[in-house]
């Protein structure tokens, strides 16, 4: 019911030797209430993730800055190293699209009026606004009924606070134009 397990059998995580010795080595550890969680050794070597249920983006903001500082100052601790970040591209990131900040900031929004429109007038519409639209299940997990999960589309060349913008700005203008086409197809 969480659906932030790994899923193995990524055809692009197994050409990359990133699958082997399933699933040793790996693990995701969270906190009581399930609102933030640290992913470790799945597609990137740590997954650092704030959520919750509602609109409060600030506090999930919020939440991710401090638990972010809280793993880097553990992991310091421990073995007296800081995370790889360049000051020009970001921090260092398996996967190439992470590359930058590596944030991917999302909500989870109802967008019938975009639903019976169909998935490419909302993918366009996405692009434009430099948004990516997913199914609630993630990238490989498709989508079901009305709602999506919508996020940044870009990691490289942003601050953490302009995606986090970029994001907000966008689900908005998408929500106002859904209520458009909620009248257009009588819903």
Not at 75 to 81: D, R, T
Request: aromatic share 8%.
């Amino acid at each position: 019911d969480d659906h932030f397990l790994f899923v193995s059998g990524d055809r692009n995580l197994t050409v990359a030797g990133m699958e082997r010795d399933w699933p040793e080595g790996r693990g995701i550890f969270h906190n009581k209430d399930k609102t933030f969680l640290t992913w470790v050794n799945e597609e990137d070597q740590l997954r650092i993730i704030s959520m919750q249920s509602g609109g409060d983006v600030r506090a999930v903001f919020d939440r991710l800055a401090r638990g972010i500082k809280a793993v880097g100052d553990s992991v310091k601790a421990e073995s007296g190293k800081d995370f790889m970040l360049d000051a020009k591209y970001g921090y260092v990131h398996s996967c190439p699209t992470n590359l930058g900040t590596g944030m991917r900031a999302s909500v989870h929004v109802d967008l019938p009026g975009y639903t019976k429109e169909g998935l490419k007038t909302l993918e366009a519409r996405c692009e434009e606004l430099h948004l990516q639209p997913r199914g609630t299940r993630g990238e490989s997990g498709g989508q079901t009924g009305v709602t999506y999960d919508i996020s940044n589309k870009h990691r490289l060349g942003y601050s953490e606070v302009q995606l986090v913008q970029k994001m907000i700005d966008g689900v908005n203008t998408l929500y106002t134009e859904d209520k458009v086409l909620k009248k257009k197809h009588g819903l």
